[in-house]
């Protein structure tokens, strides 16, 4: 069992920066893939970035060339930066594990909230 724990969320205005935290309860250097998903208010539950141990990484389209994710395996830690925010980045954001499955992820954290004013 793999807990997560999100920090860094909150208010910001449109053009701002924030940078998410994900603390993992154990060594993240065998999970072949750590990622952020959001889900924004009244939508599913979407991608937002993945980052493998080799450093290869994955982005929604929405989000490329503004989000950077990262990946500290000393740490046991996943990041991601979030500049250029826009308000339809709203939303709670997850980190989440793929320990087994390079599909759906198999933990998820609680979720931190991100809003993004106009």
């Known amino acids: 069992q793999v807990q997560l724990v999100e920090s860094g969320g909150g208010v910001v205005q449109a053009g701002g920066s924030l940078r998410l935290s994900c603390a993992a309860s154990?060594?993240?250097?065998?999970?072949?893939?750590m990622g952020w998903y959001r889900q924004p208010p009244g939508k599913q539950r979407e991608l937002v970035a993945t980052i493998t141990t080799g450093g290869g990484t994955n982005y929604a389209d929405s989000v490329t060339g503004r989000f950077s994710i990262s990946r500290d395996n000393a740490k046991n830690a996943v990041y991601i930066q979030m500049n250029n925010l826009k308000p339809e980045d709203t939303a709670v954001y997850y980190c989440?594990?793929?320990?087994?499955?390079?599909?759906?992820?198999?933990?998820w954290g609680q979720g931190t909230q991100v809003t993004v004013s106009s």
């Open positions: 989440a594990a793929h320990k087994y499955s390079s599909i759906y992820p198999d933990y």
């Open positions: 154990e060594s993240i250097f065998r999970i072949n893939k």
